[in-house]
């Protein structure tokens, strides 16, 4: 995901989203939100559990 997803994202999760203005913006971001959805679960997340399970599983 890049940068640009992440923002668009993070504009969707806001308190004043779809409705923002030039005085307050988009509102609130939710980054909890964002982070649960998307960047817990993120490709490079992944294959860096996975590169430890290999390791481990070589350990042991």
């Known amino acids: 995901m890049n940068r640009d ?7 969707q999760t806001a308190s ?19 982070y649960n959805a998307v960047l817990n679960t993120s490709e490079v997340v992944k294959k860096t559990v996975l590169h430890y399970t290999l390791i481990l599983l070589k350990i042991f």
Do not use: K, M
Not at 17 to 22: A, G, I, K, Q
Not at 24 to 33: A, K, Q, S, W
């Open 16 to 34: 004043l989203y779809p409705n923002h203005n030039d005085q307050t913006g988009f509102g609130i971001l939710n980054f909890g939100n964002v």
């Open 5 to 11: 997803q992440i923002r668009a994202r993070l504009r």
